[in-house]
């Protein structure tokens, strides 16, 4: 069943027409790679998931984004719900310039009724666990995040954003800053992730997306020019253009 | 022939110089204050009241009128200050109206001091009838420094990275949560610094207490914020030019005492700075 649906979706920054016509279904517990060249509008049809668009001056949608049935553009649509429930990674790791503790409780604090000190440890460890970062950090929670190394920042964003429990995760090049190693590493988390969240991930990666995703759409101009599953994108594309952006004709 | 080697030096010596030429007043005025006041300042100097037509004694409640005129000013103009700065700097579109306020201030900033005086003497005095008082004058103040605040504060607010906004948005907080949580306390430092200079200008300036709330003299503490009150940098004027006889190391004696106060407060403000610059990552 489609965790995430797009319908005749446009979005205009101002006079410039970002999304064209985009109709999409992204699954449950599947991983959805967007690949496509700069600006195809790829970054914005990920933020339009969880309404960051919102934030820009002069931003136009029409359309239709469904999530879980529900529409995010409705007039009944609760924002800081959505934002729970479908949460972001980041091109850059971000950590706030707080603990790693305070980092990962950000969201309890913000979000709790009462604040009680064992639930706050319990959401570390659970959320630092769920990123594999629990048996180097657990004796650091106190240092500043802004010391972690890049792929420890990425990862306790990661955590952070999954000490909110959401059930989709929207990744905006994750692993742009890392080096290959951390980025094999990351890429190992997404597919644990998957077993309980629904991630999409954009990337100008192919081999990226090609390697850690189970759908691939490919955007050019604001358009999703093709949708499927990623052996068949890559193997079979059906579409001229989406065969020449793979094979390296362009990007 | 043209020598670039040549005319480089020259400029580098009058560049040089011109900032050379900076240094040297106020080495000058610290020197020269400090020489001639040094000799006053003694315990009974710093608690006394004034005796002998302030020819004499101390000048404790000209101390005591500064402090509280600086506090009264800054009890209010920092919380509307950085009220006015988070509505700017987080909440306002660019429109015609946010363009004019931001205009505004930056005239505000721009009012000679002693216009700031005629209009206390005109809104806080006589319209509110607070009369000549700490009241009025701690208000007049208020108004003077509110641009520092405000200008310092936004620029405070602003410098927090835009990333963290979005990241706290992304996880579900308001945009008031997000400003209560992430960007004001990453922008303390910044609205403390701007704060503090503020507190100095307004210990040093004359014109605006001179209708407001200075006392010619007044050998005793003021009782409430509707008294009249003594205050140093109008204490300075008035025993450098009101009052004949006034021994030279007194009114220097003064001078050192105000320049210590603004001076003090202006090196709080740069180690906040200094600290924060030395933690911050971003």
Same mark, same amino acid.
């Given at each position: 069943?489609?965790?995430?649906?797009?319908?005749?979706?446009?979005? !205009? =920054?101002?006079?410039?027409?970002?999304?064209?016509?985009?109709?999409?279904?992204?699954?449950?517990?599947?991983?959805?790679?967007?690949?496509?060249?700069?600006?195809?509008?790829?970054?914005?049809?990920?933020?339009?998931? *969880?309404?960051?668009?919102?934030?820009?001056?002069?931003?136009?949608?029409?359309?239709?984004?469904?999530?879980? /049935?529900?529409?995010?553009?409705?007039?009944?649509?609760?924002?800081?719900?959505?934002?729970?429930?479908?949460?972001?990674?980041?091109?850059?790791?971000?950590?706030?310039?707080?603990?790693?503790?305070?980092? #990962?409780?950000?969201?309890?604090?913000?979000?709790?009724?009462? +604040? &009680?000190?064992?639930?706050?440890?319990?959401?570390?460890?659970?959320?630092?666990?769920?990123?594999?970062? !629990?048996?180097?950090?657990?004796?650091?929670?106190?240092?500043?995040?802004?010391?972690?190394?890049?792929?420890?920042?990425?990862?306790?964003?990661?955590?952070?954003?999954?000490?909110?429990?959401?059930?989709?995760?929207?990744?905006?090049?994750?692993?742009?800053?890392?080096?290959?190693?951390?980025?094999?590493?990351?890429?190992?988390?997404?597919?644990?992730? &998957?077993?309980?969240?629904?991630? #999409?991930?954009? @990337?100008?990666?192919?081999?990226?997306?090609?390697?850690? $995703?189970?759908?691939?759409?490919?955007?050019?101009?604001?358009?999703?020019?093709?949708? /499927?599953?990623?052996?068949?994108?890559?193997?079979?594309?059906?579409?001229?253009?989406?065969?020449? =952006?793979?094979?390296?004709?362009?990007? | 022939?043209?020598?670039?080697?040549?005319?480089?030096?020259?400029?580098?010596?009058?560049?040089?110089?011109?900032?050379?030429?900076?240094?040297?007043?106020?080495?000058?005025?610290?020197?020269?204050? #400090?020489?001639?006041?040094?000799?006053?300042? *003694?315990?009974?100097?710093?608690?006394? #009241?004034?005796?002998?037509?302030?020819?004499?004694?101390?000048?404790?409640?000209?101390?005591?009128? @500064?402090?509280?005129?600086?506090? /009264?000013?800054?009890?209010?103009?920092?919380?509307? /200050?950085?009220?006015?700065?988070?509505?700017? $700097?987080? =909440?306002?579109?660019?429109?015609?109206?946010?363009?004019?306020?931001?205009?505004?201030?930056?005239?505000?900033?721009?009012?000679?001091?002693?216009?700031?005086?005629?209009?206390?003497?005109?809104?806080?005095?006589?319209?509110?009838?607070?009369?000549?008082?700490?009241?009025?004058?701690?208000?007049?103040?208020?108004?003077?420094?509110?641009?520092?605040?405000?200008?310092?504060?936004?620029?405070?607010?602003?410098?927090?990275?835009?990333?963290?906004?979005?990241?706290?948005?992304?996880?579900?907080?308001? &945009?008031?949560?997000?400003?209560?949580?992430?960007?004001?306390?990453?922008? +303390?430092?910044?609205?403390?610094?701007?704060?503090?200079?503020?507190?100095?200008?307004?210990?040093?300036?004359?014109?605006?207490i001179l209708f407001t709330v200075a006392a010619f003299y007044l050998?005793?503490?003021?009782?409430?914020?509707?008294?009249?009150?003594?205050?140093l940098p109008y204490h300075l004027y008035v025993i450098s030019t009101q009052v004949p006889n006034v021994d030279e190391?007194?009114? =220097?004696?003064?001078?050192?005492?105000?320049?210590?106060?603004?001076?003090?407060?202006?090196?709080?403000?740069?180690?906040?700075?200094?600290?924060?610059?030395?933690?911050?990552? !971003?």
């Open positions: 069943m489609a965790k995430i649906k797009t319908d005749k979706l446009n979005l !205009w =920054y101002g006079p410039f027409h970002a999304l064209k016509d985009v109709d999409s279904s992204f699954g449950a517990n599947r991983i959805t790679a967007i690949i496509g060249p700069s600006g195809c509008g790829k970054s914005t049809l990920l933020r339009v998931f *969880n309404r960051m668009n919102d934030l820009i001056e002069g931003v136009r949608t029409a359309g239709k984004v469904l999530v879980d /049935g529900e529409d995010i553009f409705g007039p009944g649509a609760d924002l800081v719900k959505l934002r729970k429930k479908v949460g972001m990674v980041f091109q850059r790791p971000n950590p706030f310039p707080l603990s790693v503790y305070e980092n #990962i409780v950000f969201g309890e604090r913000i979000h709790a009724d009462s +604040i &009680k000190r064992d639930t706050l440890d319990e959401i570390v460890e659970r959320s630092l666990k769920s990123v594999l970062l !629990w048996d180097e950090l657990k004796d650091r929670l106190n240092e500043p995040a802004l010391r972690l190394t890049l792929e420890q920042k990425q990862r306790l964003c990661i955590a952070r954003l999954i000490a909110v429990k959401p059930e989709v995760l929207l990744m905006d090049e994750p692993c742009s800053t890392l080096d290959p190693q951390a980025t094999a590493r990351i890429e190992e988390l997404m597919r644990e992730l &998957k077993n309980n969240y629904t991630i #999409i991930i954009v @990337t100008h990666n192919m081999q990226q997306a090609a390697r850690v $995703s189970d759908d691939t759409g490919f955007m050019l101009l604001g358009e999703l020019i093709e949708f /499927g599953r990623t052996e068949d994108i890559f193997t079979a594309p059906k579409d001229r253009r989406t065969e020449d =952006y793979i094979t390296g004709r362009y990007g | 022939m043209r020598n670039p080697h040549r005319t480089q030096n020259i400029a580098f010596f009058f560049l040089f110089l011109a900032t050379l030429l900076i240094v040297v007043p106020v080495g000058m005025i610290v020197v020269i204050i #400090i020489q001639k006041g040094l000799p006053a300042i *003694n315990w009974q100097f710093l608690t006394d #009241i004034p005796r002998q037509g302030m020819r004499a004694g101390g000048i404790f409640p000209a101390i005591v009128g @500064t402090l509280y005129l600086v506090t /009264g000013a800054i009890v209010f103009a920092l919380p509307i /200050g950085l009220l006015a700065a988070i509505y700017l $700097s987080e =909440y306002s579109k660019d429109n015609i109206l946010n363009r004019l306020i931001k205009l505004a201030i930056v005239n505000l900033a721009g009012v000679p001091s002693v216009v700031y005086g005629l209009f206390g003497l005109a809104l806080f005095v006589i319209f509110f009838k607070f009369g000549a008082s700490i009241l009025a004058g701690s208000l007049t103040l208020g108004i003077m420094i509110l641009p520092i605040i405000i200008t310092s504060s936004r620029e405070a607010l602003e410098s927090v990275p835009q990333s963290f906004r979005e990241v706290s948005l992304s996880l579900g907080a308001s &945009k008031w949560q997000t400003i209560r949580h992430i960007v004001l306390p990453n922008a +303390i430092p910044g609205i403390l610094t701007g704060t503090i200079l503020g507190l100095g200008r307004a210990a040093g300036e004359t014109a605006p050998p005793q503490l003021p009782k409430s914020v509707f008294d009249q009150a003594m205050a190391k007194i009114r =220097y004696g003064t001078a050192l005492v105000l320049l210590t106060l603004v001076l003090f407060m202006n090196l709080v403000a740069i180690i906040i700075r200094y600290k924060f610059r030395k933690k911050k990552k !971003w």
